[in-house]
Each structure stands twice: as C-alpha cells, then as structure tokens.
C-alpha cells in the first residue's frame, strides 16, 4: 500500500507544472521559519515549477509588534494589526527571496476581486505576468480593508480558489499537523496517506485544529479547500511545515502528509469561474425533466423548461438554476434579462421570436456558458 501511495504522488509531480503554497499564522512565528519556507519554495522553483505563496501572519505580526497576547475581537483592530504587520512581513519575504536571487510580488485581494469576471481576469493576468518574469507571487486577504461580506472565511480558502483560478496542479497547505487523521471516538489516531474523494466520512474527521489567540481556520477549512479543488480536476496536499525540508519531501515524492486525489473530469478555466466565484443575481427555476437534462445529458438551459424566474438580472449576468426541489444545480451567463425570460418561460423555440418581437437565441443558458455545481 506504502509504494501505491508513493506512486500516486510520483505521477502527481511528475504531471505537474505550478504549485500554491499555503502557509499559515503559526508557522510564520519568527525570521528562521520564514526563512526555512523561502528555501523550500526555492527548492520548488529550481525544480522548474511555478510557485505561487499564500501567506498568513500580518495580523499574527502585528500582535507581536504591540505585544498582544490574544487577537482583538473588533474589526478595526484586526484590520489595524493587518495594516501593521503586512509590510514588515512583506519585507522579510523579500529580503529572503533576494538573499536566493529572485524577488518577490505582494497581491492583496478581497473576494469582489475575484466574482466580478473583469477583476477575476486582471488578477490571473497579474499572477501570469509576475511568473512570466520569475517574480514569486505572495498573496494574502486584504485584512486591513476587508469586511465580512469581502472576506474568503480563511487563507485555506484562498489558497483553493488561487489554484482553481490558475490552474495549479497541485496545493500544498501546510499546518502544524502531519495530515488528515483518523479520528475514533473524538481521539485523533494515524495518518492518512491518501483521500480519493472529499465525502461525509472525510469531512467528519476534521477536527478543529485552530488557535483563536493567533489564527482562523482549522483542518474542517482545508477540507472545504480539498473539495474545491479536487472538484476543479487539481489535486491538495496536506503537510506539516514544521518539518524542516517539507516541501523538498513532498517534490520528491515522499510520503508524508495527506494527499487528496481530483475525480476524473478537469472544470475549463471559465467554468470555474462560475462554479466558484461569480456572484448571482438571480435564479430559474425548472422542471424535472430540464433538471435531468442539465444535470446527465450536458444540455443547454431552453425556455420550455423554465417554470419561474426569481429576481431581477440582465443579459449576460450570473444566474442560478434550481430544480423542482429549490437545490442548485448549477450557473450560467443568462441569454436574456429576467423580464425577457418571464415573457418566454415555458415556449418552445419557434416560439420566441413572435414573442419577443426580433430574433431571438434558443437557450436562455447555453451549455458553454453553463456549470454544474
């Protein structure tokens, strides 16, 4: 089982060409640690692959600055502790990445950078531009300016939707535990080497892991970032950064950590984008036999299986489809505006002209412009 194992993670890297770097609050205690984790981006990089870091510890920073012991529960504080320790950290990171001969890049980004389609683009132009020029890309929340409807919930998340925007083959989040572990009973018990599918059996085994006095999140986020990016066709790795030389371990294909395995079907670039981060403004609901369709014959969405429109939306917006049930079953650009769509539900596609009064598409979402979720 052990060289199954190392098997999977040899062809992984084998088939890999980017990789995002997740570490976090804890791991960036002092200048040595930070240190220990530029050397094995360095590593990465001199392997050839395109490594892009999602770093934590502004905030953790910042307590140390004003010697806080505990983080502050008020928004202004934490953001005012973001604003203070992000370029100190900052500083550090390019003081290493230069002492190894190459430079780094700050992006700071709130989650409206990446629903709106047009800023989603700028920052994947960005990040390509900065590798295009070996610059290594560091990336945190933009905790001085976010609130709580502009915030990703946790660097974890972050770290999954920057892979699913790239296109990286794989995600290493690295913690201060040696992987998922089997839990019997509320007791933690040994490593799990492999996951091939994110399910409830996963998800129940992910204990918190956080320190409210430093960080956010816990493994039950890096889950949630394992199921993202699995389902985009990519695959998240797990490891202790504790461990000096991890990520030289995990290049080479070592057996450490946990390593959650993509399911067969690879989501496009702009699916992506709608399955992940584009923002809705309304939702169809359809019928039993267009929900079918949709979900097992890759169909597009037309009128006659429209039942109901909810809310107010334009030509070219996000929309959510729901079935019979009110569940969502995917997004999709809209052909039409939500009065257009009133006007036209239930008509078959002779139909829609004389209803419209001019030339009009056959489907309300085409299936190019549609994603299951």
């Excluded at 994947?124 to 945190?140: F, G």
């Excluded at 006095?213 to 950064?241: C, H, N, P, Q, Y």
């Excluded at 371990?249 to 690879?266: C, M, Q, S, W, Y």
Aim: aromatic share 4%.
């Amino acid at each position: 089982m052990e060289m199954d194992n190392i098997a999977v993670r040899q062809r992984l890297i084998n088939n890999c060409r980017q990789i995002i770097v997740k570490a976090g609050t804890r791991l960036l205690t002092d200048r040595s640690r930070i240190s220990e984790l530029v050397s094995g981006i360095t590593v990465l990089r001199n392997r050839g692959f395109r490594v892009l870091l999602v770093s934590s510890g502004a905030v953790g920073i910042g307590m140390r600055q004003l010697k806080l012991k505990r983080r502050p529960r008020e928004l202004s504080k934490i953001q005012a502790l973001a604003a203070i320790g992000q370029c100190r950290l900052m500083a550090i990171y390019e003081a290493e990445c230069r002492r190894r001969g190459f430079q780094s890049a700050q992006l700071l980004l709130t989650a409206a950078d990446l629903r709106s389609r047009e800023r989603y683009l700028n920052v994947m132009n960005c990040i390509n531009a900065l590798w295009e020029r070996d610059v290594l890309p560091i990336v945190n929340e933009n905790d001085s300016v976010s609130v709580d409807e502009l915030k990703f919930g946790d660097n974890d998340i972050l770290s999954g939707m920057l892979a699913t925007l790239t296109g990286s083959q794989l995600t290493v989040i690295l913690t201060t535990e040696q992987g998922l572990r089997v839990r019997r009973d509320g007791v933690l018990g040994e490593r799990i080497s492999v996951v091939p599918k994110v399910d409830a059996a996963v998800r129940n085994m992910a204990g918190g892991t956080d320190n409210a006095e430093f960080s956010i999140g816990g493994m039950s986020s890096k889950i949630r970032a394992a199921e993202m990016v699995t389902a985009a066709g990519e695959s998240l790795w797990i490891a202790d950064g504790r461990e000096d030389g991890i990520l030289e371990k995990i290049v080479h294909a070592e057996d450490v950590g946990t390593l959650f395995i993509p399911g067969a079907n690879r989501v496009s670039g702009h699916k992506r984008w709608l399955k992940f981060f584009a923002c809705s403004t309304g939702s169809l609901v359809v019928d039993q036999g267009a929900a079918e369709a949709l979900r097992n014959k890759g169909g597009s969405l037309l009128p006659s299986g429209v039942v109901e429109i909810r809310g107010g939306f334009k030509r070219g917006d996000t929309v959510e489809v729901l079935d019979p049930a009110g569940k969502i079953i995917a997004r999709g650009l809209v052909n039409y505006s939500s009065t257009e769509c009133a006007a036209i539900r239930g008509m078959h596609s002779p139909e829609l002209t004389r209803a419209l009064g001019r030339a009009a598409d056959d489907e309300i979402i085409h299936r190019d412009n549609l994603s299951l979720v």
